[in-house]
């Protein structure tokens, strides 16, 4: 946990866990809203909804709370995938979500921009993120795009746009399950 504006973990190198804080810069609450007040504080400490990881000193990013169901409802954060991803030498950019499947629920998909002149083959990514990432987290799709991936004003890579055409149609269509927001 933050002490004093200090970043700093406690977990184990390479485990997962919640970025809090609390200090005189945290919010105090949300207006008129209690009980959404009390499930976001914790012992004094602000739960942000980050997901972090603790490496070489460091905390990485993991991305938000957002899961995919992906493998029988085994949770696979995107931003973790994608981290693995951003460490091999060809990608140059790379999102992360999940796919239906009728056998899973959902799967892994990666879509992916490789820096130029660099080739790699989508069986050539899965095995380097064997490396790093549980079999389940491994992307068991991979698109490659010559093109760079669609983006907010401020650089965000716009995964609703990315996912549409594989969830146009559905029940849980784009837009409709909070849990698959961009």
């Known amino acids: 946990m933050p002490r004093r504006g200090r970043?700093?973990?406690e977990?184990?190198?390479?485990?997962?866990?919640?970025?809090?804080?609390?200090?005189?810069?945290?919010?105090?609450?949300y207006w008129n809203k209690p009980e959404e007040t009390a499930n976001a504080f914790r012992d004094g400490f602000f739960r942000t909804?980050?997901?972090i990881s603790g490496r070489d000193g460091l905390l990485l990013r993991l991305g938000s709370n957002e899961r995919h169901d992906c493998h029988g409802r085994e949770n696979v954060y995107s931003g973790e995938v994608e981290a693995v991803l951003y460490g091999h030498p060809a990608v140059r950019e790379a999102a992360v979500?999940?796919?239906l499947d009728p056998q899973w629920g959902e799967l892994v998909m990666a879509c992916v921009v490789l820096k130029p002149g660099m080739v790699l083959k989508a069986d050539d990514l899965a095995s380097y993120s064997l490396r790093f990432l549980a079999n389940y987290k491994v992307p068991r799709r991979v698109e490659f795009s010559d093109a760079k991936l669609p983006?907010?004003?401020s650089g965000k890579i716009l995964k609703r746009i990315l996912r549409e055409r594989f969830w146009a149609h559905e029940e849980r269509a784009v837009g409709l399950a909070d849990r698959l927001s961009a």
């Open 151 to 153: 983006k907010s004003g």
């Open 11 to 29: 977990g184990d190198p390479g485990s997962h866990g919640e970025l809090v804080a609390r200090g005189a810069n945290v919010m105090r609450g």
């Open 97 to 99: 979500f999940g796919i």
């Open 7 to 9: 970043e700093s973990w």
């Open 49 to 51: 909804g980050d997901r």
